[in-house]
């Protein structure tokens, strides 16, 4: 469990730096000046995260540290990749015939069965995986006709995003996800962003499942991290 702990507390220390660094702070600026702020079309976002998600059937808790690159097709069309590092909260349950059920087991023996913890390893205490992703991103409120709806310092955002899960010896997993969030722009070139948002998961190895019968579950999860934009 240090591994996630150390891993944010690396990104939370070196984003923290650069915020002192970089641009005065949003509500600093001038309003006649609200074009300084924030990606434009041609920009380039670097963004670092962290997040926790619950998954409904299988019931356990997957805490992950991300890292997304994105490009401005327009000022408020954004497309790109992400990957992430995740680890799992707990080893699994006991079944009704006393044998210790993981979240992605070998092949069943027994009473072992498999169900899925937000993409955690196979292999019986390996508590690790990973994850990749394309995502498309959309801005409504910079559009010149809402743009004076909300302070120049905020921007809403909702996105979608399709990608796999990956654990060894073991087809990946397909990801699709939606979601909410809000940009908080600190400075010129950072934002805090916070979201909210729901996935579905399907195993693609017909001998992964959920629950008896399901190989797909879903979540909902949390995230909240800094980015970085430049030309």
């Not at 499942?209 to 970085?228: C, I, M, N, P, V």
Request: charged fraction near 15%; charge should be negative; avoid cysteine.
């Amino acid at each position: 469990m240090h591994g996630p702990r150390v891993a944010g507390l690396a990104a939370t220390t070196i984003s923290l730096g650069l915020i002192a660094v970089l641009g005065q702070p949003a509500w600093a600026q001038d309003d006649d000046d609200e074009d300084w702020f924030g990606p434009n079309q041609g920009d380039f976002e670097l963004g670092v995260s962290g997040s926790v998600s619950r998954m409904f059937q299988s019931e356990v808790t997957a805490f992950d540290v991300g890292i997304v690159f994105g490009y401005f097709f327009t000022d408020w069309i954004e497309g790109g990749l992400g990957g992430s590092i995740g680890h799992r909260s707990n080893a699994g349950a006991v079944d009704p015939e006393g044998e210790v059920e993981q979240a992605l087991g070998t092949p069943p023996v027994g009473g072992l069965r498999q169900a899925l913890i937000s993409a955690p390893l196979l292999q019986p205490g390996a508590d690790w995986y990973g994850s990749s992703s394309l995502f498309v991103r959309v801005f409504p409120f910079e559009f010149d006709a809402t743009k004076d709806m909300l302070p120049y310092y905020l921007g809403p955002f909702a996105d979608v995003d399709f990608g796999l899960v990956y654990a060894p010896d073991i087809s990946p997993f397909i990801g699709f996800g939606v979601s909410a969030g809000l940009n908080v722009y600190l400075t010129d070139q950072i934002a805090l962003q916070l979201r909210l948002g729901y996935r579905l998961i399907h195993a693609i190895d017909d001998a992964v499942k959920f629950d008896e019968d399901s190989s797909t579950d879903h979540a909902l999860g949390s995230d909240w991290g800094l980015s970085f934009y430049f030309s």
